[in-house]
């Protein structure tokens, strides 16, 4: 299937809670029962290639940034619910074990980028983006067919000074232009990272753009 075929069939566009960033998130096979619509009576039929959620569960991950620390702080949680027969198992696990046994470091580093830029719109609380910017956004995040046409369709290239081997990469890596995807959008959205532009002066009014935002986000 294509993106946009998955998306048109499998998921719906909510927002992310305290921002008016757009979300991707799965349709559910019924409003009450609220089923995944990968799971049969005979299991789940895209296991290997499960979302880091289901990685993850019945754990639940957390990160909280402060703006005085230079990283974040990640802290888990365990949820308890009765569905869940894996609590009854006797085997112990550390975090780290688990995490493991879950292939999680690829997911959670995919998601880094992704992460940052929703902490911080949340910390903005709902704050005004243009509406190019959520459609970017929500491009970025979702639909890698649209995001390479937007990059190797449009003048991107023309105005983005990106190293050779990166663009040959991401023409033709899924992954590296999924990662990608998520640097550029903290870049275009938070001036964080460092893309350049080959205009300098564009670089510098995004630079003033963004240290303006900063400052008024720290005084909240």
């Not at 023309?158 to 991401?170: A, G, K, L, S």
């Not at 990608?180 to 753009?209: C, E, H, Y």
Request: charged share 30%.
């Amino acid at each position: 299937m294509t993106y946009e075929q998955f998306l048109d069939y499998y998921t719906v566009t909510a927002s992310i809670d305290g921002t008016p960033l757009p979300v991707t998130v799965l349709r559910l096979k019924d409003k009450d029962s609220r089923e995944c619509p990968f799971v049969t009576p005979e299991g789940c039929t895209v296991y290997t290639d499960r979302p880091v959620t289901c990685r993850y569960y019945p754990i639940g991950m957390a990160i909280m940034k402060q703006y005085e620390k230079p990283s974040e702080e990640e802290f888990y949680i365990k949820i308890l619910e009765d569905h869940c027969l894996g609590h009854q198992e006797p085997k112990e696990w550390t975090m780290q074990e688990w995490r493991e046994d879950q292939q999680a470091d690829l997911y959670d580093g995919m998601n880094d980028d992704w992460l940052a830029v929703v902490l911080k719109a949340k910390s903005l609380g709902m704050v005004e983006f243009s509406k190019r910017s959520l459609h970017l956004f929500n491009i970025a995040s979702t639909d890698m067919d649209l995001f390479r046409s937007f990059v190797f369709e449009s003048k991107f290239l023309d105005n983005y000074d990106i190293e050779p081997e990166i663009i040959r990469e991401i023409r033709v890596d899924e992954l590296a232009l999924l990662k990608f995807a998520q640097k550029w959008l903290r870049f275009t959205l938070f001036g964080d990272g460092d893309f350049k532009f080959k205009n300098t002066d564009v670089q510098k009014q995004l630079k003033a753009a963004n240290a303006k935002a900063e400052a008024a986000m720290k005084k909240q």
